[in-house]
């Protein structure tokens, strides 16, 4: 077999990666805990995240687990590519207000259902003991695009909440054992937001506001290996609060509906709309059971609680007071089980299952679809040879069914947003990913 010399791949590595940073920080990926996402484009998508904090095979380690770093030597690289794609719709129940109409919602996520992601993750080993890292990609979001009329317009027609990391990391080799990582979360969020005015006569108005920020955080990582073939992983990454300031722009609106929106300084205002990304705690195992089977399993928390005001919209156009809504969510937990297995010396087939619980009590906001998820991951490795491998995968995430019943304070013809009943049906989304891996 032909194999590139090592200097021509570095070259194609750097190029390769910085075509994909681009990308990745420009892109968000759908929900898993929350709309927190373990999985970007790397091996991790195959076995549905199982072993998240101590598999560390790869470079994807300064994401999941700086500690784990002091397991390579030389340098490592790793881009991992993604595509998203799901046929989440909405189905009214007939129970909504008539006035707001039966118009689908047509294929909620990204553009038509396909939504991109990836990362960029370097390893760099400065002596036996001391490893160096940095990580860019997208680890917060998503991004929903209804149809112009359907039912909920006045809830939502278009949003997009993204959060992007760059991650320099540390980790330090303790023991022989024991291993401590750290990394430097700079996190970029970006927020836009359209929803659907009832003007009460003629078509509607619309309110659009957008805005991009920086956020502060950190997280912290420790792996234990109590044999060669076993090793323990937990990591702490710590909340990072988003204080979006967006313009609130009102197009469309009628004379009377202006009129009171210029008088409560509503219209070109700054609104302040905080989000806080929650901190998580995660921990992990991997366990090799022979030289063919290894076992992965992980158990895991989010603080969904502190997540903040998100949905955007005028409750009654008689009285405009308010346009941001606490959404009152709950601290979700995750649990994995996960499987690798060497068919041959450069194949490994990957295998996991996970869950995690629903951070919404009851029913969903259309602003944020999604609840607890089953998910389930396969996948294959191939190392090709010493300095180069290449991996594909599959995870699909099931989210059955998410009802909603929005009761509005004023009905459609007095000019508030009317009631929206129905659910999502199914709820599924498959993630399909490529990475490939280089050392150096």
Request: hydrophobic letters at 40%.
């Amino acid at each position: 077999m032909n194999h590139f010399p090592a200097s021509r791949r570095a070259k194609q590595a750097l190029l390769a990666a910085m075509t994909i940073t681009v990308g990745a920080l420009a892109s968000g990926n759908a929900i898993a805990g929350g709309i927190i996402v373990y999985e970007v484009g790397t091996e991790d998508v195959g076995l549905a995240a199982a072993g998240y904090a101590a598999r560390a095979q790869d470079a994807t380690t300064v994401l999941t687990n700086p500690a784990g770093m002091v397991r390579f030597d030389g340098t490592q690289v790793q881009l991992g590519t993604q595509l998203l794609y799901s046929d989440m719709k909405f189905s009214n129940s007939g129970a909504s207000s008539p006035a707001l109409g039966n118009i689908g919602s047509g294929n909620i996520i990204g553009d038509n259902g396909w939504f991109p992601g990836g990362g960029l993750f370097l390893s760099y080993s400065v002596s036996p003991d001391l490893k160096l890292g940095l990580a860019a990609t997208g680890t917060f979001g998503s991004s929903l695009n209804y149809n112009d009329n359907w039912a909920g317009r006045y809830y939502a027609q278009q949003a997009t909440l993204i959060g992007a990391s760059l991650l320099p990391s540390i980790a330090f080799r303790v023991t022989d054992k024991l291993s401590l990582g750290a990394s430097v979360n700079a996190m970029y969020g970006y927020l836009k937001n359209e929803t659907g005015i009832n003007n009460i006569v003629g078509a509607d108005g619309k309110l659009s506001m957008s805005d991009g920020t920086w956020g502060w955080g950190g997280n912290l990582g420790l792996m234990y290996e109590a044999t060669p073939g076993t090793r323990f992983g937990l990591t702490y990454s710590s909340q990072v609060k988003l204080d979006f300031e967006p313009e609130a722009r009102f197009s469309g609106t009628g004379p009377l509906l202006t009129a009171l929106l210029n008088a409560r300084g509503l219209n070109r205002t700054k609104i302040d709309l905080g989000i806080t990304v929650p901190q998580q705690v995660m921990g992990s195992v991997f366990h090799t059971v022979n030289d063919r089977l290894a076992l992965l399993g992980n158990v895991g928390w989010q603080q969904w609680s502190k997540f903040g005001d998100v949905e955007v919209g005028i409750a009654d156009i008689n009285n405009p007071t308010s346009l941001t809504t606490n959404l009152n969510f709950k601290d979700t937990w995750h649990a994995a089980l996960g499987a690798q297995y060497r068919i041959s010396e450069p194949w490994r087939l990957n295998l996991g299952v996970a869950y995690d619980s629903a951070f919404q009590s009851g029913n969903v906001t259309p602003i944020l679809p999604t609840n607890q998820g089953w998910r389930f991951g396969i996948g294959g490795q191939n190392q090709v040879d010493k300095t180069f491998g290449w991996g594909l995968a599959a995870e699909y995430i099931y989210g059955g069914t998410g009802d909603v019943n929005k009761q509005a304070t004023l009905p459609v013809l007095l000019g508030g947003r009317g009631n929206l009943v129905g659910s999502y049906d199914k709820i599924g989304i498959l993630y399909m990913s490529a990475n490939f891996n280089w050392k150096f």
